[in-house]
Every structure is written in C-alpha cells, then in structure tokens.
C-alpha cells in the first residue's frame, strides 16, 4: 500500500526525523493562505506515484500570488493516470546538500537492506550510476537489527564534511520506522543537510506491506485508496483478485499461476484476454461470486473457466459456476477445461447439470472462446 | 529439498479442516505423519496420532526430520520459529500473507539453525510413488506419476497442469518442488535446480516461473552450466505493469520483474522457454530423445 508524500511525513516525524513545516490544501486560495503563513514555498502535487517534477507537479513560490497560480496550474493536471486533487505546500528550506536514505525489503538479500548515498535528489538508479562510491548499501540481519555501530560501520569514511553523526542517527532512527510499522519501503529523497547543519526530510516514500495490514489498520487508513475500477472494486469487497483488461475474452481459472497462464494462452492464440481472476488459495469456494464478476465486464464476449485442482477443489469449484450460470443464464458461450483434485466430479456435474463437455486441453477450450468472442 | 519416505513428518495445525483434510490424504500416500501441533488440543489424538502443544515437545517425544505449517499468517512466525528450535531439518511453509519482514525473520533463524524452507506461500513437495507434504493431488495418478523429470513452480496449480501434461506424454515427475508465490522464499528457483542437478533419479528439469522478481534470471546461469536438459514455462506475459497477479511476488515493477527479461536471460542460457504449458510433454519428448 503506497502512501502519498502528507501521509509519510508524520511517520518520520514520530521517528524524530525532521521534516519541513507544511499545509494539506486542496485550492488555489488555501494554498495562498499556506504560503502566506509558510513564506517562500514549494508546492507539491500529491498522488502516490513518483516522478512528480519530471511530470510538472512541483512548483516554487516566493509570494502568497505565486502560490496560488502555481496551485492552479498543478491542480490541473493528471500524473501517473490520477487527476491532482491535493497539494502539500512546505516552507522553503536552504539546502547545502541532498542526501540519499531509504529502508527495504530486499529479495535477493532476504533481509532488509539500509540504504545511503551522498548524492540525493535524483533517481537513485541515476545516482549509483553516476558514482557508486557515493552509495552505501547495509545489508541487515533482521534478528541483531540496525544500531548506531552498524550506521557509523556503513558510512565509515563515505566523505568527512558530511556531519556523520546525524546521518547515522538518522538512519538508526528509519530503520526503527521500518521495523515498526511493516515498511516495504521507506524512502528518503532527498534528504537535506540545511545551511545550519541540522537534518530534514524534503520528500518521502513510504510503502506499507499489504500482508501487514491486518496488524497495522490505523496505519492503513492513511495510506493511498488503490484506484480500481467498478468491477475491481467490488472484487476486493469480496475477497477475490480481479484485474479488468481490455480484451473480450473473459477468464476465470484456480491459482496465480494457472490464471496468468491461461490470460497469456488467449494472447498467445490471437484473443485479448478481459480480465484476471483467480480464484485460487481459501477464495476457491467463492467461484459463483466470481462467475458473477466475470460476466459483470460488459467487453466480455465469450468466457473461458480454465481449473487445476491441487489445494482447490474442482468439484466445489465448478459446482459454484454451475450453480450461478443456472441462475444468470448468461447470453455468452462458455469453455471449460477442468483437471485435478475433484476431476470425475465436476465433469459429470457440467455433463448432468449444463450438458456440457469439458475440453481436455486447456488450449482448445480457450481456441474455442476466442473464435466465439469474433 | 526432496522428500522421502522415510522422513518422519510433523503437521503444525493439524487439527484444523484444511488441516485435517490433507493430513488424511498425506498418510493415505505413504507420507509418515507422526503426530501434529495445536497447543489447545495438547494430549489428545487426532486422526490416531498424537497431538502436541509444540514442536519442540513433539521434537522430544521421538522426532522429526520435516514440518509442515497449516497456520494463519499473523502465528506463522512464531510456528516457524518453534519447528526451527526443535530442529527440524525441512519446513514447509504453506501459509499465504505472511507479513514480509516475519518471512525474513524465520529465514534467518531457519538459515542460522541449519533448516531449509520451503515456501511461504507453497503448494509443498511431492515425490510420486513415496509421500509428498502439502496441498498437492499428488494422489490424482494424472497429475503426478513416478518417472525423471523434476519439476519446479512458484505456482501449485500451474504446477499440477504441467505435471499433468508431462504424465499425459509418458512423463512422470522425480520429485515436483513448490518454491512459492511470495517475493521472498526460503528454497529459490536456483536452489532447486541445484538439488536436480545432484539427484540421481533425474533426467531433466522443468522450470515453472512467474513475472515478478528476479528468480528465474537468477537461475539462468546456472542452468546454462547444468549437464540435464531445463525446459520453462514463465506465466505472466499478458500481465498489466504494476499490478499484483494473485501472488504477492507476482508484480512487475516498471522494467523489473517483466517476463521480456526472464524469457531472453533463460533463452541466452540456453533454456527452451514454452508458449504454453500444453507443449511440457512434446518439449521433453524432444529433449531426452536419446
């Protein structure tokens, strides 16, 4: 769950790490007003997706005027597919120099991983490139954690001007964040050492690990509403992975995998798949809801129910389907290829209750769909 | 990684309705059950064998080489943490949701103690014709079958489709290893692929991958060294950028994780990646073709 830039910062703040005075607004006039308060400003498009700057979201103001018409103009805009309807204006600070800091999960590694790197304020992809001295990489044992002889460790003879001890204070300091509050990520860029010494954080990144948030919900009610469409929304109320494509063919098939594989063979084959829904793992016994979401896409031509019993059964499973067709009694043609844990069972129920025939390849039923779907 | 049938198995949650379920089916295969964990139902038996309030008591009362976990995702750590401490050498980890840093927590303790992970996030391990532990239909005679060739997934149902079609074609499977859909995996695609490699049962190597991270470029080199033939299947290339497809680890971010990369790092090793899971058998009917 990805958190905008308003959302993260408090965060820091409980860390102790500081961060610029700042105003939520949502107008041109609340953001005169910030600014008259603030002084010179940056006015800063909230939405949870990076390169703001690159995409014009920030903007500098000197006076309450400026602020407004800079406001104006970003609330206008669409960044990353998402229309502005916030904007955080901070009080201006004066940089020496920007830093690079960040906490995460890192999979190769199997370990969090604490990042620094004397080069802030650019990608830090770019930066690295530029000049990997400048970055340091920690790679932290979960079960010791990371304390000030591990900072003072990682940023041993990195660059002497840089006032060592409050970088490693505050890295000790995000590394606690992190352990916390479930971080996957916790990122800042930059991070400013101010023309008097001290330490802020002009922008944050902060993303929540989503299987965290049974544990974590205050946490979660601040983080950023994932934009969905009608139908994956209500696939998400209940319970089940729906991804709207923009294909015709609908899909419906058990486990992550198999439904992957199954949107890819309508593609390979010369269809457009419609959607992504699995319902795999406990959602298995959810199958006539799902059948419902499939056909709610009003795209869909034709649907294929592509099921591999392992953990799920495909008796239970094709039992739901049957069940819900019965009662909806869909318009559109339906496939089938059905294998695994409950296969006997859920032939007969299709051939008693549908008089259907299953396909025995799974690449035939979806051949079949596609030329429907035409 | 392989399971034999001579490996003395715990089932942590064996009480439960998934739990119970699968237990019967394991010990109907041959898999040798030895009793299970649920600290509420201590002392008592479940499906004749005894239940223990740990795995460290159950470790003491004659022991066990794996365990398998049917435990929600906010207790794992703490089951994971306990089979590790009573030595357990294998753990499975069936468990979905797993908060991320409790995942990299039981590695660590699990690597430090000498255990080896499967999963989270896995369907389990099965070797046809012996046991298998988890949530496989390895007793579905379709789907898996003794033969040579062992198969890898981060996916169970993709999983049993491939090994479905390699039975169709005359294959059976040396063992099938479930690494796990989750972005972070105590057993990775490259471990498991090395565990082949060494078995003297296997002939050949199927690969079943998934968009999302870097496992299968990571196993890419090592497969080009190996002396068996390694076929793949990736799932994923219609998967939208940025969004999770069902599997926490299944996610291409920006230029990472996509399925553009995985194909040309396994096909630069000199892995045949298939189109469709369809053509397992016939690719290895090719391949082994003496």
């Known amino acids: 769950m990805n958190f905008e830039e308003h959302a993260a910062k408090p965060l820091l703040e409980t860390a102790g790490i500081a961060v610029p005075k700042r105003r939520l607004v949502t107008s041109a006039e609340e953001a005169s007003s910030a600014a008259k308060e603030l002084g010179a400003c940056v006015i800063k498009a909230q939405v949870p997706a990076g390169k703001r700057g690159k995409a014009g979201g920030i903007a500098m103001a000197d006076t309450p005027e400026a602020a407004a018409t800079a406001a104006d103009a970003i609330l206008a805009l669409e960044i990353g597919g998402r229309a502005v309807e916030r904007l955080l204006v901070e009080e201006r600070i004066a940089i020496a120099r920007e830093f690079y800091a960040a906490v995460l999960n890192d999979a190769s590694a199997k370990s969090p991983v604490v990042l620094f790197s004397t080069l802030g304020g650019m990608d830090i992809e770019d930066a690295a490139a530029k000049d990997p001295q400048a970055l340091r990489r920690c790679v932290v044992d979960i079960r010791e954690g990371f304390g000030h002889r591990e900072a003072e460790e990682m940023l041993g003879g990195l660059d002497p001007g840089l006032g060592a001890s409050g970088v490693a204070k505050t890295l000790v300091a995000l590394y606690r964040l992190y352990r916390d509050t479930d971080a996957e990520l916790i990122e800042i860029n930059p991070l400013a050492l101010t023309d008097d010494g001290g330490l802020v954080a002009l922008d944050c990144k902060f993303i929540l690990d989503d299987a965290a948030i049974p544990r974590q919900p205050d946490l979660a009610a601040l983080g950023a509403k994932e934009r969905l469409t009608a139908i994956e929304a209500r696939g998400r109320e209940l319970g089940l992975q729906y991804i709207e494509l923009d294909g015709n063919v609908g899909v419906l098939a058990n486990g992550a995998g198999l439904t992957m594989a199954t949107m890819d063979a309508v593609r390979h084959l010369g269809g457009r798949p419609a959607n992504f829904l699995e319902v795999g793992g406990q959602a298995y016994t959810l199958t006539q809801s799902a059948l419902e979401l499939a056909l709610a896409n009003p795209s869909v031509k034709s649907l294929v129910v592509n099921f591999c019993g392992a953990f799920a059964r495909t008796d239970v499973m094709t039992e739901g389907v049957v069940t819900a067709w019965e009662e909806l009694k869909p318009a559109i043609p339906v496939f089938f290829s059905i294998h695994g844990t409950g296969e006997e069972e859920a032939v007969e129920l299709l051939r008693t209750r549908l008089g259907m025939e299953p396909f025995d390849l799974m690449d035939d039923a979806i051949k079949a769909a596609i030329e429907a779907a035409r | 990684m392989i399971v034999r049938a001579a490996d003395r198995v715990l089932v942590q949650g064996i009480t439960g309705t998934q739990g119970t379920f699968w237990s019967e089916r394991m010990i109907a295969y041959g898999t040798r059950v030895v009793g299970g964990v649920n600290p509420k139902k201590a002392g008592t038996e479940h499906l004749g064998l005894p239940v223990y309030a740990s795995a460290a008591e159950a470790a003491n009362d004659g022991g066990f080489e794996v365990?398998?976990?049917?435990?929600?995702?906010?207790?794992?750590?703490?089951?994971?943490?306990?089979?590790?401490?009573?030595?357990?050498?294998?753990?499975?980890?069936?468990?979905?949701?797993?908060?991320?840093?409790?995942?990299?927590?039981?590695?660590?303790?699990?690597?430090?103690?000498?255990?080896?992970?499967?999963?989270?996030?896995?369907?389990?391990?099965?070797?046809?014709?012996?046991?298998?532990?988890?949530?496989?239909?390895?007793?579905?005679?379709?789907?898996?079958?003794?033969?040579?060739?062992?198969?890898?997934?981060?996916?169970?149902?993709?999983?049993?489709?491939?090994?479905?079609?390699?039975?169709?074609?005359?294959?059976?499977?040396?063992?099938?290893i479930g690494v796990g859909g989750d972005a972070i995996l105590g057993t990775t695609t490259h471990d498991a692929l090395r565990a082949f490699e060494d078995d003297a049962g296997t002939d050949g190597v199927m690969m079943v991958g998934e968009i999302g991270g870097t496992a299968e470029e990571d196993a890419a080199e090592y497969a080009a060294a190996m002396k068996k033939p390694v076929i793949a299947y990736i799932a994923g290339a219609a998967a939208p950028e940025g969004r999770r497809m069902g599997h926490a680890g299944a996610i291409v971010m920006g230029d990472k994780g996509t399925y553009r990369s995985k194909r040309a790092a396994l096909e630069r090793a000199g892995v045949r990646v298939l189109d469709s899971p369809t053509e397992a058998g016939a690719a290895f009917t090719e391949a082994l073709d003496p």
Do not use: W
């Open chain 2, 67 to 176: 365990a398998v976990m049917f435990v929600p995702p906010m207790a794992a750590r703490a089951a994971a943490l306990d089979a590790i401490e009573a030595g357990a050498r294998l753990l499975v980890v069936l468990t979905e949701h797993i908060p991320v840093q409790d995942v990299i927590e039981l590695i660590a303790a699990a690597t430090a103690a000498g255990t080896r992970v499967i999963g989270p996030n896995t369907a389990g391990l099965v070797t046809p014709g012996e046991c298998f532990v988890g949530i496989m239909p390895a007793f579905n005679a379709k789907v898996h079958r003794p033969g040579r060739i062992g198969v890898i997934s981060r996916s169970g149902s993709l999983g049993a489709l491939i090994c479905l079609n390699l039975v169709r074609a005359g294959f059976g499977q040396s063992a099938y």
